[in-house]
Every structure is written in structure tokens, then in C-alpha cells.
């Protein structure tokens, strides 16, 4: 059973460059959670998606947009990129099963914006 | 507003316990999270505790709740060389929105 898995591992980008990223979500699992992981951060909660909607999201600008594909498979696109917007972007998947809401995490693909 | 602080840093010999400590601020959180993250992987769920629990041991993890000081404590125990990584202190604050600290390095000295 495959796990969260993302694509690209890395990716570099110049100022003003626009990125898609990648994630497959755990077999078995409908909701996809975004995250952005800044050097020497934790992660911040970007946005989630369930049902092919954007469900909730986190304080970030209309820059960051996704999408959610019928397989559950989901996007993370961020246009007029910035220097700032260097990070590992986390994917998260989760189902119902678990009370806890535990997500699980794939391994992330590092931007490098210059 | 919402924080969750932990100490960037600890060092501990191999064979030691390892005590990693966070403060958050929201006492609505349900669940506190541990999560552990090694180099080129992404966060992996150690253990969790219900608000409601003070305690909660799994193998060699041993979780501390004290809600009213809103303080959360991980103690590894028998420390070994694979339990090197960063590890994340979260809470949950429902509608799926989870908060992280940002992160203690353990490292482990021989």
C-alpha cells in the first residue's frame, strides 16, 4: 500500500515564475491537506481539499491555488512566485477511520525560488 | 492567538532519556500531537493524547499533559542513535487545522 506520495522532489524556480506540485494521496483516503514548511519552521496549513473543493484554508494569498481531481489526487499551484515562497511543501492525506484526525504526511517537495 | 513553542535544540547521550517540552496557547485543542521528521522524509505521527488525558505511554514514549499550564512534554526513554530527527509538537484545533511548533533537533551524542 503506497503512501502519500509527491512529485516533484525538487524543483527550482526564478522570481515571477509560476509552480505546480504534486500529491497522491494514501489508497483509501479523500481529503488532501497542504502545508508550507519554511527552513527552521513547522509546518503552516495552506489549504485542504475534500470532494474536489476547497474546504478550508490557512492565511495565505489568493497566490496559492489548488485543486482536487476526481482520484482524489490533488495540485498546489502558486503563480508570481517569490523568494519568499522557498520552502519544502508537505502534502497530507487523511480518511475517516481514525478519531484522532491523524494525516499522513508524504515526503514533500523542496522549492527554490531565486 | 494561536502558538505552539518548543526549544529548537537538545543534546542527550545515547542510552538516556530524552525529555522534549512544548507550551501552546489555545485550551481548545482536543488532540496534542507528537510528530517526529527525519532528513528527506515528511512528518510521521509518533503519538497523540485526548485533552481530556493526563498521560499516555506507548512502548518507549511516554506523553505528559498539564492543561492547566498548557504544557505537553515528550520523554523518549533508552534514546538510540534512529531516534535522531526533529520533532514537531502540534495541536489540534478542529475543522482539520492542526498548529506545529517549530521543531526540536534532537541529537543523539555516543
Known amino acids: 500500500d503506497a503512501g502519500v506520495t509527491q512529485s516533484p522532489t525538487h524543483l527550482i524556480k526564478t522570481r515571477g515564475q509560476q509552480v505546480t506540485l504534486r500529491c497522491s494521496p494514501k489508497?483509501?483516503?479523500?481529503?488532501v491537506s497542504w502545508y508550507q514548511q519554511a527552513l527552521g519552521q513547522g509546518p503552516q496549513f495552506i489549504f485542504q481539499y475534500y470532494e474536489e473543493e476547497e474546504r478550508q484554508r490557512g492565511n495565505f494569498p489568493d497566490r496559492f491555488s489548488g485543486h482536487q481531481f476526481p482520484n482524489y489526487s490533488s495540485e498546489l499551484n502558486v503563480n508570481a512566485l517569490l523568494l519568499g515562497d522557498s520552502a519544502l511543501y508537505l502534502c497530507?492525506?487523511?480518511?475517516?477511520?481514525?478519531?484522532?484526525?491523524?494525516?499522513?504526511f508524504g515526503p514533500g517537495t523542496r522549492l527554490t525560488v531565486l | 492567538g494561536e502558538d505552539v513553542e518548543q526549544s529548537l535544540f537538545l543534546s542527550v547521550r545515547e542510552g538516556d532519556s530524552s525529555v522534549i517540552n512544548c507550551t501552546y496557547t489555545d485550551s481548545s485543542s482536543t488532540y496534542l500531537y507528537w510528530y517526529k521528521q527525519e532528513p528527506g522524509a515528511g512528518l510521521q505521527l509518533l503519538t497523540y493524547?485526548?485533552?481530556?488525558?493526563d498521560m499516555k505511554q506507548d512502548q518507549r514514549l511516554t506523553v505528559l499533559l498539564n492543561k492547566k499550564d498548557k504544557h505537553l512534554s515528550l520523554r523518549i526513554a533508552d534514546t538510540q542513535t534512529g531516534d535522531s530527527a526533529i520533532y514537531f509538537c502540534a495541536e489540534y484545533l478542529g475543522d482539520d487545522k492542526i498548529i506545529f511548533g517549530k521543531g526540536t533537533r534532537l541529537h543523539i551524542l555516543p
Open positions: 489508497s483509501g483516503h479523500d481529503t
Open positions: 497530507a492525506s487523511r480518511g475517516d477511520s481514525r478519531p484522532y484526525n491523524e494525516q499522513f
Open positions: 493524547i485526548f485533552s481530556n488525558m
